[in-house]
Antibody
């Protein structure tokens, strides 16, 4: 069974780039879609985007100009980069995937989430 | 972009109650509608996929229905562990947005 674990700095300064990694255990990024979702404190879930194992991506238009999702060459990690962050980017960031290899499948595998605070 | 509207935004109920949460899409999404719940401090957990399919390991008191634009999640007999926030999500077309959430609280 695939498991996911997010990691990265818990504090990022305004205008800098947020960079997170999702480690995939129990499998590899050789198929499936790999997603990032975030949740500001006390608020709902926001879909950030996904990457297909081949490297193709799709991002939420609200974040598209600032987001990059990519896969590590080892195929055991994928990453999220969000540039020019502001306090509005403070959130718990989750990586997630589906156990089925279809774009429209629900996300049944989630990481535990990592809190990122944007502050000077 | 497709918009999802959940109702109610919050709900108070008692153990043993039957509860229904609705999710309305701004355009037809066929049956590409998923339901999750989230407990405080935890990540979301998938309950129902493709509008009415019960995720493996999820109790049968949870059920989903609907197609097109109108969907419901029903909990037939609330248990103490069901008090959480519930989200719908459409996976018909990107961006795969979530509804705003329904907080289910103990009466």
């Amino acid at each position: 069974q695939v498991q996911l674990q997010e990691s990265g700095p818990g504090l990022v300064k305004p205008s800098e780039t947020l960079a997170l990694t999702c480690t995939v255990s129990g499998g590899s990024i050789s198929s499936h879609y790999w997603s990032w979702i975030r949740q500001p404190p006390g608020k709902g879930l926001e879909w950030i985007g996904y990457m297909y194992y081949s490297g193709s991506t799709n991002y939420n238009p609200s974040l598209k100009s600032r987001v990059t999702i990519s896969v590590d060459t080892s195929k055991t990690h994928f990453s999220l980069k969000l540039s020019s962050v502001t306090a509005a980017d403070t959130a718990v960031y989750y990586c997630a995937t589906s156990s089925h290899d279809s774009l429209r499948d629900a996300l049944d595998i989630w990481g535990q989430g990592t809190m990122v605070t944007v502050s000077s | 972009d497709i918009q999802l509207t959940q109702s109610p935004s919050s709900l108070s109920a008692s153990v043993g109650d039957r509860v229904t949460i609705t999710c309305r899409a701004s355009q037809s999404i066929d049956t590409y509608l998923n339901w999750y719940h989230q407990k405080p401090g935890k990540g979301p957990k998938l309950l129902i996929y493709a509008a009415s399919s019960l995720q493996s390991g999820v109790p049968s008191r949870f059920s989903g229905s609907g197609s097109g634009t109108d969907f419901t999640l029903t909990i037939s007999s609330l248990q103490p562990e069901d008090f959480a926030t519930y989200y719908c999500q459409q996976s018909y077309s990107t961006p795969f947005i979530f509804g705003q959430g329904t907080k289910l609280e103990i009466k």
